[in-house]
């Protein structure tokens, strides 16, 4: 088969020039790597992004209260909502940052103060005692439920239900402790001490309800839950610029269009860089053309026919732009499994992580990108030295 | 058979008009061994290109083997060259990064045939010009005589009819050259046509049959010559 002798051809027309065949390859080396680099830091950060997504439940709504305040929101109203329409639980939320003493240690961290059924619609786990009951919110019950962060940093050990911690000079005794939950989006999940709403009221001296939550029955039924509290909300406000509802599962939406843009725009980025790289290989390819001229002409003065040489000069660069492609997948590699581990935390900052995916699809399309490429940016230096007469390109020097 | 009625190519340089062939009528006859002898610039290598398919004739007809070669597709003439011609140039023409086992293996390649078929033909033409324990080696690892001896087995690789050699001898010292017209010889007596192109005198002498080019006319060297190409 002529192909055949065409490929030997190629590649000893490939061996035979290293230095030259190097130089045409590092543009797609460098194309090929930039484009599985990019795409794949992006796809990896994406899949960080939804595994800290997916353990939410998609069913959450919540709801804020936003610019001038025209109305306030009581506790009974909120808790009015429940069961109404397709609303199944709801809990309001007050928060602040106040310090936590136990003994002589002390520790500053978020505190939460909301009702029961706030750690359902949360999905928050408790690992060891009890959540919010409807009595200690009704009588103000000096209780606390901590995360395993407060526990650590305030007794030095995670067995605390009985022990008493102080907040903000009053006594309150640990009825619950959290299941750990890691970091999220670099934001540690564990750091929170949730009181009683009533007493949170009182505490943060703040009786102002800006948020609250919800859950739907179930997950088919969020946008209708989302109608009804949105129903409520203007009827209390009078305006549906002063509040926001918003489910957990909008949220998911809006975040996988940003990523998926993102993808897509690194994409673009990177093919930038394939093209630049296919346009040096054309370069390299007229230059090799030229340099060749004498031995095309002896090539066709032995009877080589046009396509002979086509075929020639196109195999040679198709097999450029492939091993190109092959050893910037190789360096991609390299990048994705020594030099992304190696990098040390101390540049990505606190909780900062850096993960890069290779994925099939990745990796088929940067290798058909690096064919095409060579196919595209071959074909015209090669259409130009089968076009020579072969008097005139045996004349050349 | 070669047939040239009325061959004429020119070209412009600047104002000038260069006449490099100036209304040629050729005839070589098949296993005829013809020299054509004249000055540089005479129009030598011209009139062998436009034989070899290489080139083409700005006026006249040009027949080989009957066929009328203007009207050919630049894929028949490709044909040509690659069946019906083998050459031999003054400057070897070797691809240096090929061996000299590819290099005569080069014109078999691009006829299609199979590997098997080449090796045997690509060996029995290194045989022929003895150079059989070289095939390994590169152009530049080989003296010029022995490189011309590689062009000379890659012309005749193919078993054409028609061997065209433009100062094939040009480049060597005696000795070689003698070789190289050994060869020639050889060939002539199995039946090839033979169109050698010298400046050279006496290595014209070898020929069936001697013509004289100048200023682009040809002229068989028994005629009366013009006193500038006797002297030349
Ligand atoms: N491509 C070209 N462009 C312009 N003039 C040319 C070209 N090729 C040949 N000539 C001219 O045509 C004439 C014949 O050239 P040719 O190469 O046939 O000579 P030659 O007999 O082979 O000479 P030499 O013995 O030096 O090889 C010369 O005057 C040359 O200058
Ligand atoms: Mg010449």
Redesign the pocket.
């Given at each position: 088969m002529k192909i055949i002798q065409a490929f030997k051809m190629a590649f000893k027309a490939i061996a035979s020039n290293k230095m030259r065949s190097f130089l045409t390859m590092l543009g797609i080396i460098i194309g090929v790597l930039s484009f599985t680099v990019m795409v794949g830091i992006v796809q990896g950060s994406t899949q960080t992004l939804t595994d800290s997504m997916s353990n939410l439940d998609p069913n959450m709504i919540t709801t804020r209260m936003m610019g001038r305040r025209t109305a306030t929101l009581t506790m009974e109203e909120i808790e009015d909502l429940r069961g109404k329409g397709s609303v199944n639980l709801t809990a309001p939320l007050i928060s602040t940052t106040l310090t936590a003493k136990a003994g002589v240690n002390t520790h500053s961290t978020t505190v939460e103060g909301t009702t029961d059924g706030y750690d359902q619609i949360r999905g928050l786990e408790i690992a060891e005692g009890r959540f919010l009951t409807e009595s200690d919110v009704q009588n103000r019950t000096s209780v606390a439920i901590v995360g395993v962060t407060v526990a650590d940093e305030l007794f030095g050990q995670r067995d605390v239900i009985g022990e008493t911690i102080n907040i903000d000079g009053r006594k309150y005794q640990i009825v619950g402790i959290f299941a750990e939950k890691g970091s999220s989006m670099g934001v540690s999940q564990d750091d929170h001490i949730v009181i009683p709403f009533t007493l949170a009221q009182r505490t943060f001296r703040n009786t102002n309800i800006s948020q609250f939550y919800a859950n739907a029955t179930t997950e088919n039924d969020v946008a209708a839950a989302v109608e009804t509290i949105e129903a409520f909300m203007l009827e209390k406000t009078g305006n549906e610029d002063h509040f926001n509802v918003q489910s957990q599962e909008a949220t998911l939406e809006t975040m996988n269009t940003m990523v998926s843009t993102m993808t897509l725009l690194t994409g673009f980025i990177a093919s930038i860089s394939l093209l630049v790289g296919g346009i040096g290989i054309m370069n390299i390819m007229l230059v090799s053309v030229s340099e060749r001229t004498r031995e095309i002409g002896i090539r066709k003065a032995i009877g080589a026919q046009r396509l002979d040489i086509m075929l020639q000069f196109i195999i040679e660069a198709v097999v450029l732009s492939l091993m190109g492609g092959l050893i910037g997948l190789g360096l991609s590699a390299v990048v994705r499994y020594v030099v992304i581990p190696n990098i040390p935390a101390s540049l990505m900052g606190e909780n900062g992580s850096l993960t890069m995916v290779i994925s099939g699809s990745v990796l088929t399309m940067s290798l058909m990108f690096s064919v095409v490429i060579g196919v595209i940016f071959g074909t015209y230096p090669a259409l130009k030295a089968s076009k020579l007469l072969p008097i005139e390109a045996l004349?050349y020097e | 058979m070669i047939e040239l009625k009325q061959i004429s190519k020119r070209?412009?340089?600047g104002g000038d008009i260069?006449h490099?062939l100036d209304h040629v009528d050729l005839t070589v006859q098949d296993r005829e061994f013809v020299a054509i002898i004249?000055?540089?610039?005479?129009?030598?290598?011209?009139?062998m290109n436009i034989v070899g398919c290489l080139d083409y004739a700005d006026e006249g007809e040009y027949f080989l083997d009957g066929e009328d070669v203007s009207e050919l597709s630049s894929r028949e003439l490709a044909r040509i060259r690659n069946k019906k011609i083998g050459f031999v140039f003054?400057q070897f023409n070797l691809l240096g990064k090929l061996t000299a086992y590819e290099n005569v293996e080069l014109p078999l390649i691009y006829q299609g045939i199979s590997m098997s078929e080449r090796r045997e033909l690509t060996e029995q033409a290194l045989e022929r010009v003895g150079l059989k324990d070289r095939m390994k080696h590169k152009p530049k690892e080989l003296s010029g005589g022995q490189q011309q001896r590689v062009a000379i087995a890659r012309a005749l690789s193919t078993r054409p009819t028609l061997i065209l050699a433009?100062?094939p001898t040009g480049n060597l010292d005696s000795k070689s050259g003698y070789d190289i017209m050994q060869m020639l010889h050889e060939l002539h007596q199995q039946g090839n046509s033979i169109m050698l192109?010298t400046?050279d005198e006496k290595v014209s002498m070898e020929a069936q049959r001697r013509l004289a080019?100048y200023d682009?006319k040809v002229f068989p060297v028994e005629a009366d010559l013009p006193e500038e190409v006797l002297n030349a």
């Open positions: 004349r | 070209y412009q340089m260069i490099a004249g000055p540089s610039g005479s129009g030598k290598s011209t009139l003054q433009d100062e192109i400046h080019i682009g």
